[in-house]
């Protein structure tokens, strides 16, 4: 049995998305929180109060601006799907009218070839 006729697959393909989402975000932050700690370690005049401080504010800033580029990324993708899906469309309604056009000239040239033989 194929995977796609498994039951279930869309639910579990779907498990498997939000996980692997969930584990992006995870080191998504976890690479934001490193960043802040060494843009706050050369800052050594700062309080440990003033350095968390700037640390969560750099990690909400990172986490913002790769949630902004994820936005953007996903709403490009679903422009090119739509983009894909029209062209797909085209082509398939090009090929069956040529596939209607061949039959149609299969046909004609079957009905002149008869008629001839027959008249013939």
Same mark, same amino acid.
């Given at each position: 049995m194929s995977a796609a006729g498994a039951p279930y697959s869309g639910d579990i393909a779907m498990g498997i998305n939000q996980l692997e989402g969930y584990l992006l975000l995870q080191a998504? $932050?976890? =690479? #934001?929180?490193? $960043? #802040? $700690? $060494?843009f706050a370690g050369r800052l050594d005049w700062l309080t440990v109060a003033q350095r968390q401080e700037v640390e969560r504010r750099y990690t909400q800033d990172q986490l913002d601006v790769t949630e902004q580029m994820l936005r953007k990324v996903a709403w490009r993708c679903e422009e090119l799907r739509a983009e894909y899906r029209a062209v797909? /469309?085209? /082509? %398939?309604? %090009? =090929?069956v009218a040529a596939l209607l056009g061949g039959i149609a000239l299969a046909v004609v040239a079957t009905a002149s070839v008869t008629a001839a033989f027959v008249a013939g």
């Open positions: 998504e $932050r976890d =690479l #934001a929180s490193e $960043r #802040a $700690r $060494r797909h /469309l085209r /082509l %398939r309604c %090009r =090929l």
